[in-house]
DNA sequence: TAAAAGTCTATCGATATTATAGACATATTT
DNA sequence: AAATATGTCTATAATATCGATAGACTTTTA
């Protein structure tokens, strides 16, 4: 289960690859577009510059961009920006890995074991997929349901 | 991430995994065993036979026994017995999807569309993951940590 | 220098999780 | 049938996290 937060930050930057022009995009717009609470929108957006997926500039004509293109900025990157490591248990963090204290013996933990297999699918999920494949999906799915492929309009 | 209580069920079932006679194992010792609180591991253990992944026997004798070969009881299975839908999206659970209000279209949500392919993968994962394999990997690691191979004794 | 824009800090309430306690019911052995 | 060992249920408390909001502050550009 990942966030609210990662979802509103994955509609934003969404809607920010979409946006054509390489015009700045406006918190205030954002929010309303997609319906997220704008200073809630805020903090997450100050989270995604500080993780160097966007870039802000103040003032007059000013607003957020993203940092690269949509197909280099992975879902992964996004998740670890806010939801933080996606270890499916606190001792399988790659930054701040905790113990678990009832564990005698970490290497030997089954559960860890397996769960280090689960972790290891979903980062390579997550890796592989990128903000480009997000908008393209979108694309896809509005075109399949007016019946008429994307290409041919 | 999954929550302590299944992290508690998995080692729980495990315990009882390994253990090789049929002999049903007493919650006090279970809990004792893999540190887990009494208490809580009951309630767990409710769930789990309410899940028909247990069987259990009250007095004299009584206890905990796995309801069916261990190579027969997926992860998926006890995920979902203790943490409800893996979805990594309300709207994207199985048993009573909830929509986002901020959502206009479910069915072209970007978000959603990749979301829902990491949802496949970690299920497909946890479908193909038993106790055998939870037993047989911690197994491993202890013989490999050993040295030896697990045959070779 | 004023207006428009982003930044920071604090706080609140709701909800879910983890944990605990104790009364109650059931089954086995003697 | 009594005694004892065992599981079951309900309520509650402590804690942590998440989602959301408010307001003062800083920076930039026209």
């Known amino acids: ?15 920010l690859a979409e946006h054509a022009s390489g015009e700045p995009m406006l918190i205030a717009d954002l929010a309303e577009r997609e319906r ?8 997450i957006l100050v989270a995604l510059r500080k ?7 103040a003032g ?7 940092a ?6 992975t879902l992964a990157r996004v998740v670890a920006i806010l939801d933080g490591d996606i270890a499916p248990l606190p001792c399988l963090a790659d930054t701040n890995p905790v113990r678990c204290d ?12 397996v769960m280090l ?12 997929l ?3 494949d997000l908008v393209e999906r979108a694309r896809d799915a509005r075109a399949r349901r007016r019946g008429t492929p994307d290409f041919s309009i």
Chains 1, 2 share one sequence.
């Not at 007059?60 to 993203?66: C, D, E, F, I, W």
């Not at 297999?117 to 592989?128: C, P, Q």
């Open 36 to 43: 997220i609470p704008r200073k809630y929108l805020e903090a």
């Open 130 to 132: 990128t903000l480009a």
């Open 1 to 15: 289960m990942i966030s609210r937060k990662t979802k509103y930050a994955l509609q934003a930057l969404g809607c």
């Open 102 to 113: 009832e564990c005698a013996d970490l290497d030997t933990c089954g559960t860890r074991l």
């Open 60 to 66: 007059r004509g000013g607003g957020y961009q993203l």
């Open 68 to 73: 690269a293109p949509a197909g280099e900025i």
């Open 51 to 57: 993780g160097g997926v966007l870039t802000s500039r």
């Open 117 to 128: 297999e689960v972790k290891r699918t979903v980062s390579a999920t997550l890796d592989g």
